[in-house]
């Protein structure tokens, strides 16, 4: 599967952003969709993760509260809506597909979109 993120840009702390993340293929419903953020200097981490069905999601814990996960099925696409950004949420975010069951863990994912960048300065 191959997968395309959209979205980013300059936001003002406390300002809102969705992200989009597109996946060609006719089995999307098959993998289980996270995104990770990275920041200059930090590993790629955790944001947030949804089932196949869409139906279980999960988020770290910065960001539960303002960070909501969606998709569609029909439409191959990975929703994550972003409100009152923070300074810390600048990074560049990349969405992950994994073949099964949800999971928070990097290394089960299969594949990555190239990301894109999101900047909140205080």
């Known amino acids: 599967v191959q997968l395309q993120a959209s979205g980013g840009g300059l936001v003002q702390a406390g300002g809102s952003l969705r992200l989009s993340c597109a996946a060609s293929g006719r089995t999307f419903s098959s993998y289980a969709m996270g995104w990770f953020r990275q920041a200059p200097g930090k590993e790629r981490e955790f944001v947030s993760g949804i089932s196949r069905s869409g139906d279980h999601t999960y988020y770290a814990d910065s960001v539960v509260g303002r960070f909501t996960i969606s998709r569609d099925n029909a439409k191959n696409t990975v929703y994550l809506q972003m409100y009152s950004l923070k300074p810390e949420d600048t990074a560049v975010y990349y969405c992950?597909?994994?073949?099964?069951?949800?999971?928070?863990?990097?290394?089960?994912?299969?594949?990555w979109g190239q990301g894109t960048q999101v900047t909140s300065p205080a």
């Open positions: 992950a597909a994994r073949y099964g069951g949800s999971t928070r863990d990097r290394p089960e994912y299969n594949y």
